[in-house]
């Protein structure tokens, strides 16, 4: 069989680095079973691109679409072009997408209507926001694939409350944490930990990128102003998105405790999340990662689609109330934390599950 698998923005690197290295395991098994590997190009700078391929050993990608900034329908528009001409001459067996950015849609929407089956990877994660550009993403590519490999039971409810049938649901567990696991030995201290004396479980890490968090300068100082004032006493490290670094740079944030860096790679930034005293984020991903490394995790949204980091894990939604995160950072001052547990099946095998699963589906017979 024959897959192509996309990936676009930094969050689809973890994603796809362990399902490849399980391709490649099962045609070290003599399974019949190839890849070709697309990049978008929706992301493309050095520190959100390039580095995780270098650190995550994901192989030069077959092709580049090379999409580039611009506004989400130009983005998707370019994606889908580009796929389209790409999917036409390789025609593969079956796409599969991953988690929840432009690219995954555009990909999804481009490989079925070529008529080629499409897998998503991460499917049926729902916020119920619909102000979020990933929830249109998620529902989009859910509605038109195939297969949907779960990160989550609930994840695997919701696809089935929206009609799908459940022989096509796969809950599989969480391929971003096959990655966590992978390099957790390997991880590479920052250079600003000796720079700015940085000691574990001694600095809060905060991450900020949303459009509706970071877009408007007014809220972007009113949310960081509140953040330093329930951190007293300790720094804060902010690897600053590029949306966001556009945002801080039009007014000028400083602050003395306050520590902006560089988007991170990914080795540097789990050892920032791993020796954390606490986490203040608007990312989804990271509320996994800090989940399975039992970091107190806050984030800033009113719905999360990945809720049992929250049920089971050391997540607690603040929403947008930043009255509330004042509360939680009081408990946190005095090591008052829910101690979390790790999630069903989120235990690095999952994109062996998905390379088995993908071969049972589509062949992959001994050759
Ligand atoms: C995208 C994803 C989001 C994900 C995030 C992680 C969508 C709708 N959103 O948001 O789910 O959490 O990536 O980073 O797909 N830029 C650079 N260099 C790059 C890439 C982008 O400078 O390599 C700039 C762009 O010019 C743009 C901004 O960053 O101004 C935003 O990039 P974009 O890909 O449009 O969306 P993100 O906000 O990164």
Known sequence: ???????????????????????QQAQRDNKNITYRLVHTGQHYDKKMSTEFFEQLSIPEPDINLGAGSGTQAEQTAVIMMRFEKELIENKPDIVLVVGDVTSTMACAITAKKLCIDVAHVEGGLRSDDMAMPEEINRIVTDSISDHFFTTSKMADENLIKSGIESQRIHFVGNTMIDTLYQHLNKLIEPRICKEQNLTSGKYFLITLHRPNNVDNPAKLKELLDYILKGSEGFPVVFPVHPRTQKVLADIAYAHERLIQTDPL??????????????????SGGITEESTVLGIPCMT???????????????????????????????NLQQNIWKKGAIPELWDGKTSQRIVSKLISLYGGKNI
């Open 1 to 23: 069989m024959n897959i192509t698998l996309v990936a676009g923005a930094r969050p689809n690197f973890m994603k796809v680095a362990p399902i490849i290295r399980a391709i």
């Open 265 to 282: 790679s990914y080795l540097e930034f789990i050892y920032l999340i791993k020796n954390s005293r606490a986490i203040i984020t608007d």
């Open 300 to 330: 800033l949204r009113n719905s999360t689609e990945r809720p049992e980091t929250v049920t089971v894990g050391t997540n607690i939604l603040i929403g947008t109330d930043i009255n509330n995160l004042e509360n939680h950072l009081k």
